[in-house]
C-alpha cells in the first residue's frame, strides 16, 4: 500500500509517502456541506482537537497547498470520474440488444452458435410423437389462414440489398424469430453490389452515321463492363453455344460486334459467357413475345451476368467486416457491355435490320417482324455506366436445436431483397420461411417435440445479384459447415403456378423426396397425393431436373458439397416471364395458380416434411446407392465416347471403371453394416451418418482453387474438373486433334478418377476398412 502511495504522490508532487485526508462537514445551520484537507508527510499524523461547532475540523498544512498541486488532483479527480463514467456507460450499453449487431466472427463459431447453452450430458430420446403425429401436427398450424397473416409483414415494393426496406425486412425476419424464442443472430457483410445508371442507352446508327435511340431502359445487368462500344449488331437466337456454332458455321464474323439476344433458355451470365467466348464486344437481351406474352411490352428486365456466386470481389473470401484482402476480381466477371432492353426496343431493333434471313426455329413472334441476322450497315452504339459501390447486407438466422446431434443440423433458407416487388422471388419464399419456423418451434415448446439435429432458419439478402448472402456466409464458415450440414433446403420461387411441380437436387435426396410427394396433396386436388399428379412411378423424369448456376441451392451443393435441393409448384408450360421485373406482384402470381394461398401451404408441407425427416430419424434419410446409378451412367458415356476415337487404347478405361466400382461397393457395404447396426445406439447411429455426410462433400475436386474453380462438384460444378466436360472434350478431340492436348486432358481425366476414388474411401469408413487390391 505504501509503494502504491508513493507511485501516486510521486505523480502529483513528487514527494515520496505524501497523500491527503479529507472529510465532508455540514454547517448547522443547514448551509452546504464543505470539504477540508489535510495533506501530511507521515502516516501517523496527529490528531487536532479544533471544531467548528460540535464538528471536528481537519486542517490543512498551508506549505503543501500549492496551486500546482491542487492543479494535478482535481485533474487527477476529474479523470477517474470520467473512466468510471464511461465504463459503467458501455457495460450497460452492451446489455442493451442490438437487431442487426453482428456476433464477433473471429471469437464465435457457427457450431457455438447452435450448440450453446445445450446441457453437458443429453438425455435418451423420448420417442413420445411418432411420424405421424409429426404430419398431423405440421398440417395443423400450417394453414392458408396463417399463412395469409404472415405474409402482409413482408409485401413491400422494390427492396434491393443494402437498402432501407431490405433492412427493414430483416429487423422483421429478426423479430419473428425472437418471438418463436429461436435465439436470432445475425451476419454483417460489406459486399460491392452494381447499381444501373441514367446514362444507359442503346442508339441505332444508320447510313451517314446518324444516331437514333433504341432504349434509354431502366432495368440493367449488374457486373456488366462499363463504356461505349459501337460495332455491327447480330442477331443470335437465345445465344446458347450451339447458336453460335450454326453463325460460325455460316461464316458470320462474330469479333467485335454488339450481338442481340432472346431472354430465356440460360441465364443472362450464361449468355453474355458465352458471347465474350466468341468476342463479341458487347450484348443486348430482350424479351420476345414468344417467349414473354403476358409481359407488357416497355416492361424492363434486371439480373446480373456474374458467371458465379458471391461478391465478385472477394472470390473465396468471406466480405466480413471489411476484411482486407489482396486486389482480386471473380474470373467470372465479364469483359464485355451488357444491357437489357424492353420488348419494345428489340421490335424496334430487329425491324431496322437486315441481311440474311435467320435459321429455321429462331424466329420470335413479333408481328411485323422479319428476323435478320443483321447486316454490314447495321451498327449499334452501347453505353453502360453502371455504378459500383459497396453497401452493407444482413444474413438473418435463427435455429431449433437439436436434443441428441445438435451440431448436425438442417439449413432452410430464402432470399429476402428484390429489384421491384419480387413477390414471388422473395416474399413468399420469405413467408414460408417464417411460417416454418414458427411452426416447427411451437412443436417443441407446445407439443413436445425433440429433434435430434437442429435446424437453422436463414434469411438471405443480396440473392438478386448472385447468392452473395448465402455464399458470403458459406465461404467464412467452410470449416465449420463440413461434416455438420446435414442438407441445405431452398425455398426461393418456391410458387410460380399450381399445376405442377418441379424438383432440382441432389442425388442423394431423391428418395427423400419421393416419399414427401407421397405424403403431400396437390393444390389443384385434393383427393391426390402430388406424387400421383406428376405421374407415380415416373415421377423422376416428370419432376427432378438438373439444378442451374442461378439456383440460390447450387453453391450449397457445388462449393460446399452439402445436399440440397429447390422446388417449385409451376404452371404446365413453365414460363417465367414475370420474374427480374416490376410484374412480379402478388396480382399477377394469384392470377398464374388456382389458389395461391393453397399452393403456399403444399410448399410449406413439402419443404417442411424433408426438415423433420431429416432431423427426427435416427438415420439421415440420404440415399448413397443413388450416386452408384449416376456414376454409373456417366462411366458408359465416357467409354463410350472414347471408343469412337481413332487410338482408343492412347485413352486408359481401367481406373475410371475401378473407381466406379469401389464406389458402388462401398454403398452396398454400408447397407449390410446399417442392416447389421442397432441405430437405437447413438454413437453407432452418429458414425454411420458421418460416412454417409462424407459422400457429397468427397464428390468435390481437392484438386482445384476454390478461389478460381469454386464450383468443384464433378458431377454437377463447372470447370475441366467435371466429368461432363471431360465427356465434351472427347468430342472436341475427335473434331479438331491437332489443337488438342491430350497430355493435359489425362492429367484432368486422372485427378477425377481418384477423386471418385477418394469418395469410395471414405464412404468406406475408418483407414483399415478401406481394402484397395493393388
Known sequence: MDQARSAISNIFRGEPRSYTRFSLAQNMEGENSHVEMKLSNSDADEEVGNSVGDHPVVHVNKSSRSPK????????????????????????????????????????????????????????????????????????????????????????????????????????????????????????????????????????????????????????????ATGEVMGRVIYCNYGTPEDFKALVAQDVQLNGTVVLLRAGKLSFAEKVANAEKMRAAAVLIYPDRSDYASLPPTADLFGHVHLGSGDPYTPGFPSFNHTQFP???????????????????????????????????????????????GADTDRVKVKVNNVLLEKKIHNIFGVIKGNFDPDRYVVIGAQRDAWGPGFAKSTIGTAL???????????????????????????????????????????????????????????????LGSETFRASASPLLYNLIESVLQQVKSPTSSEQSIYAAVGGEDWENTVMEPMKMDDAAYTFLTFSGIPSVSFSFIRNSPVDDFLGTAEDTRQKLESRTQDLYSTAVAAAQVAGLMALRLTHDHLLRLDVEKYSLFLRTMVSRIVMESAKLQNPGALSMQWLKSGSGDYSRAARTLLEDIENSDLTDAAMSRYINDRIMRVEHGFLSPYVSPKETPFRHIFYGAGPHTLESLLDRLGVFRENSANFSMDEYKNWFALATWTIQGCANGLSGDVWDIDNEM
Open 69 to 224: 498541486n491542487v492543479c494535478f488532483l482535481i485533474i487527477g479527480t476529474v479523470l477517474l470520474f470520467l473512466i468510471g463514467f464511461l465504463i459503467g456507460y458501455l457495460a450497460n450499453r452492451r446489455q442493451k440488444e442490438c437487431l442487426l449487431c453482428p456476433t464477433d466472427q473471429s471469437l464465435t463459431s457457427l457450431a457455438d452458435k447452435i450448440t450453446d447453452d445445450l446441457p453437458d450430458t443429453l438425455p435418451e430420446q423420448d420417442l413420445t410423437l411418432d411420424w405421424s403425429d409429426l404430419k398431423r401436427l405440421l398440417g395443423q398450424k400450417i394453414t392458408t389462414s396463417t399463412f395469409m397473416n404472415s405474409i402482409r409483414d413482408f409485401i413491400s415494393g422494390s427492396h434491393e440489398a443494402g437498402s432501407e426496406e431490405d433492412e427493414r425486412l430483416a429487423i422483421s425476419v429478426y423479430e419473428k424469430f425472437k418471438s418463436y424464442d429461436m435465439r436470432p443472430w445475425t451476419d454483417e457483410h460489406f459486399v460491392k453490389l452494381q447499381v444501373g445508371s441514367s446514362e444507359n442507352k442503346v442508339t441505332y446508327v444508320g447510313s451517314g452515321d446518324r444516331e437514333e435511340m433504341i432504349a434509354s431502359p431502366t432495368g440493367y445487368l449488374a457486373y456488366s
Open 327 to 373: 486486389p482480386s476480381i471473380s474470373s467470372g466477371l465479364p469483359k464485355i457491355l451488357a444491357q437489357t432492353i424492353s420488348a419494345d426496343s428489340g421490335k424496334k431493333l430487329l425491324q431496322k435490320m437486315k441481311g440474311d434471313n435467320v435459321p429455321a426455329g429462331w424466329m420470335g413472334s413479333f408481328d411485323g417482324v422479319s428476323y435478320r441476322l
Open 433 to 495: 420461411l417464417v411460417e416454418l419456423a414458427r411452426a416447427i418451434s411451437e412443436m417443441v415448446t407446445k407439443d413436445g417435440y425433440q429433434p435430434r439435429r437442429s435446424i437453422v432458419f436463414a434469411s438471405w439478402s443480396a440473392g438478386d445479384f448472385g447468392s452473395i448472402g448465402a455464399t458470403e456466409w458459406q465461404e467464412g464458415y467452410l470449416s465449420s459447415l463440413h461434416l455438420k450440414a446435414v442438407a441445405y433446403i431452398n425455398l426461393d420461387r418456391a410458387v
